[in-house]
Nanobody, 124 residues
Framework: VQMVESGGGSVQAGGSLRLSCVAS????????MGWFRQAPGKEREGVVIMGSDGTLIDFTKGRFTISKDNTKVTLYLQMNNLEPDDSAMYYC?????????????????????WGQGTLVTVSP
């Protein structure tokens, strides 16, 4: 399984970015996939996770929007109204086994497949 993120960059506060993650060789595209991020000196944290039934675990409280194109095996993250505290390396991740709808794990250590990350920098 290979996961490749893209779409990161540098924006000013209030700007928007759309991240993409293409998953190759992944058979559970409809199962738990999500976005995590890690800022320098901080632990990796969840951003948004989507389950097979569309159930979301949203750590951003609605600020960011996750979507998935099953035919393209691609996961997206739309980030609007970005703030400097959103600056981080953003990673997409996927599970290695089937999870029942609504039961996606919240912890990053439950996700087996990871991309290399895409850097988001938000300036004041």
């Amino acid at each position: 399984v290979q996961m490749v993120e893209s779409g990161g960059g540098s924006v000013q506060a209030g700007g928007s970015l759309r991240l993409s993650c293409v998953a190759s060789g992944y058979t559970y595209i409809t199962n738990c996939m999500g976005w995590f991020r890690q800022a320098p000196g901080k632990e990796r944290e969840g951003v948004v996770i989507m389950g097979s039934d569309g159930t979301l675990i949203d750590f951003t409280k609605g600020r960011f929007t996750i979507s998935k194109d099953n035919t393209k095996v691609t996961l997206y993250l739309q980030m609007n109204n970005l703030e400097p505290d959103d600056s981080a390396m953003y990673y997409c991740a996927a599970v290695s086994r089937w999870w029942n709808a609504g039961d996606c794990p919240r912890r990053d250590d439950a996700y087996a497949f990871w991309g290399q990350g895409t850097l988001v920098t938000v300036s004041p």
